[in-house]
């Protein structure tokens, strides 16, 4: 039927024909694995993301609340430098209550500054007024509410003057 010259070429043909068509099929697959590999990744991306979004929104909020609220009590004036008992009144339960704080720092518009630390139960407290004591400040130590542990000028004698 067909001369073995002409059947060499036909197979040869037929080889070349098969060849391509594996390399398109091969070339075709690599690339649709790599397409669904990316999407696959971009998509785990996106919810790994979301999800630290989501903790990150969980762990700020009871933060952004205390600090709307310490704001509203600053503008209300309900907080008073002279009356340190009244703020840590305002301020132990909620070093209590969330962890993600350990400190408080209040500034007065008369350059006052007032801190509040919390370390093991126990709190510390410091008033700082940079007009009069330039690098002094009043320290003392407070295991609760009631009373500090003992007198500033005790734990830091060499603060001396009129506080």
Known sequence: MFSKKRQRILLRNITIIVVITAGLILTTQLLQQHRVSENISRSYLA???DKAKKHIRQFYLPLEKTLLISAQWGNAGLLDPENTTNINAKFFPIL??????????????DQRIF????????????LFNPLLHKDKQVE???????APDREPRKILPCLTGDF
């Open 115 to 126: 801190t509040i630390t919390r370390y093991n139960k126990r709190y510390r407290t410091f």
């Open 140 to 146: 003392r130590k407070w295991t609760t509410l009631a």
């Open 96 to 109: 209590d209550q969330i962890e993600q704080i350990s400190a408080i720092k209040i500034a007065f518009s």
């Open 47 to 49: 919810e790994v993301t």
